[in-house]
């Protein structure tokens, strides 16, 4: 069975500081990897998603996040925040049938001034 | 760009009622998703469906149903709610893979309160 565990239910950063929100998961399977993000009132869309080839994959917005096989994880980095990044974060896992996706608890990033 | 629409960004219903909460997709796509969101557990796939008039459950079925008429249409409905499914309720939908690669795009959510 797939799962993913994202180890910060909240992370508060500094306006122009960098940010680090990891990811790890568990497969038995090859697996594609996502990061969706949330802002305020609204649904989720796609930051950023790993399929195949180079592990260091870029997203909207200045995002972008490293695969990393042998340690299971996928964490998402950004050199530089902007107040307009407050939002709550989910990496997803999926690679079983029918296209089920599998998302973590979230993470959600505060972003001091 | 693909847009997913949900009928109602708030609801409120009392304990006992019959909700429906209605989600159509504009993009032609194949796959449809009904999740629940609450705080501190992520999101939760409730129902999916991969094509007309097909379900599959997800994680959390007990207490809805689903009903797939039309390819664009998606419909959850709570036979009897109850104040534990109290929730945001998150539609989706995506064009079908052998694996889930695809992106799935959502609607904007409807807060439900079951009084």
């Known amino acids: 069975a797939q799962s993913v565990t994202q180890l910060d239910s909240q992370v508060p950063v500094f306006e122009e500081a960098p940010v680090e929100l990891r990811c790890n998961y568990s497969s038995s399977v090859s697996v594609y990897l996502f990061w969706y993000v949330q802002y305020p009132n609204q649904g989720l869309q796609l930051l950023l998603k790993?399929?195949?080839?180079?592990?260091l994959v870029k997203g909207i917005n200045g995002f972008e996040a490293e695969f990393n096989k042998s340690q299971t994880s996928f964490h998402l980095r950004k050199p530089s925040v902007h107040i307009s990044d407050t939002a709550e974060y989910f990496c997803a896992v999926s690679g079983q049938w029918r296209d089920k996706i599998i998302f973590g608890k979230g993470t959600r990033l505060h972003i001091l001034p | 760009d693909v847009k997913v629409t949900q009928s109602s960004r708030y609801l409120v219903k009392r304990t006992g009622e019959k909700v429906f909460l209605e989600c159509v997709q504009d993009m032609d796509h194949e796959n449809m998703f009904w999740y629940r969101q609450d705080p501190g557990l992520g999101l939760r796939l409730i129902y999916f469906s991969y094509d007309v008039k097909m379900k599959e459950k997800g994680d959390i079925p007990e207490g809805y149903s689903v009903s797939r008429e039309k390819k664009e249409r998606f419909s959850l409905i709570l036979e009897s709610a109850s104040t534990n499914q109290t929730s945001m309720y998150l539609c989706a939908s995506s064009l079908p893979t052998s694996g889930g690669f695809e992106t799935q795009y959502f609607g904007p959510g409807t807060r439900l309160l079951v009084l």
């Open positions: 790993y399929l195949s080839g180079s592990t």
